[in-house]
């Protein structure tokens, strides 16, 4: 049996389903994080409310949380089907389920938090009886839900596993020039992440990613990795031929 993964589908991934037939193919113990950028774009949109994001964060007024939490846990129902559909049970939960993920809230971003605690027992117990859980980046404090970051959900997740974490995005790593494909990092450590963010090389959306990951390093993963989400990813990763790889 391949070793277990958890693995975090972005929601700016065009077409994720796309890579459902991969993630059900994979012989190991999965447990997947969720975006959905798309989808609460999309409904805010409808809705008459402004998207704004500061550092890669979605800036979240408590107005929009309900949006937020109701697009997350659609776009995981709807990964859940198709990859059960597949042959890969999987089930959909947000980090209030069990009380999953617990939070701090970030309040010049509004709702939005990062995770201070994860309770990963409901986890453990669905894939040990042969479930994929899905889990939506929502996490609780006090005073109710908030939107966590699902780069930011995954890296704590998978530290708290003590698993390998893959961030699947649309492009093919970290790249030392943003506009070369071709110049994927294949490998790096914290110190070499310092000094491309003091560079500008990492910035935008990347920097919760990278993050993340080493994040997730310092949290007790053994590696995590950024990599495009296409076909062939998942043992490509593993082979360490595909993405950037992160160690300590």
Request: contains cysteine; charged residues 20%; aromatic residues 4%.
């Amino acid at each position: 049996m391949s070793e277990p993964l958890l693995v975090k589908v972005g929601g700016s991934l065009r077409g994720a389903e796309t890579l459902l037939d991969e993630l059900a193919g994979y012989p190991g113990p999965l447990v997947l994080v969720h975006g959905g950028g798309p989808e609460i774009g999309a409904w805010l949109s409808r809705l008459g409310l402004e998207s704004r994001f500061e550092g890669g964060l979605r800036v979240t007024p408590p107005e929009h949380m309900e949006v937020v939490e109701m697009s997350l846990c659609l776009t995981g129902k709807r990964l859940a089907e198709g990859l059960s559909r597949r042959g890969k049970r999987a089930l959909s939960l947000s980090g209030r389920d069990t009380l999953c993920l617990k939070g701090r809230a970030l309040a010049h971003l509004g709702r939005v938090g990062e995770v201070v605690g994860v309770e990963v027992g409901v986890l453990l117990d669905l894939v040990e009886q042969g479930y994929t859980p899905l889990l939506a980046p929502i996490a609780l404090d006090e005073a109710g839900p908030l939107n966590v970051n699902a780069d930011t959900a995954a890296g704590a997740v998978a530290g708290a596993l003590g698993w390998p974490v893959l961030f699947l995005t649309d492009v093919p790593g970290v790249l030392q020039d943003p506009q070369d494909p071709k110049s994927r990092l294949p490998r790096l450590t914290p110190q070499e992440v310092e000094e491309l963010k003091a560079s500008g090389v990492i910035q935008g959306g990347m920097i919760p990613k990278v993050e993340a990951a080493l994040n997730a390093l310092r949290a007790g993963a053994p590696w995590a990795a950024i990599a495009r989400g296409e076909r062939g990813v998942l043992e490509g990763v593993l082979k360490g031929v595909w993405g950037t790889r992160f160690t300590l």
